[in-house]
């Protein structure tokens, strides 16, 4: 059995959304691996800690 997996970092919410939408129907993907947060500023590159958006 083969598994067709798709791999992804979205670069913003509005268009990477529909472009991996699009490739993942194309591809027939049977998995999609998304980042932890997607299609959200990377917050630990923050350069002061701040308790409420951790």
């Known amino acids: 059995m083969k598994l ?28 999609v691996i998304l980042p932890e947060i997607p299609a959200y500023f990377w917050f630990p590159s923050l350069p002061e800690f701040d308790k409420y958006v951790w």
Do not use: M
Request: charged content about 30%; hydrophobic content about 35%; aromatic content about 4%.
């Open 4 to 31: 067709k997996v798709t791999i992804c970092e979205l670069e913003s919410a509005l268009n990477g959304w529909s472009l991996l939408k699009n490739h993942v129907k194309k591809e027939r993907s049977d998995l």
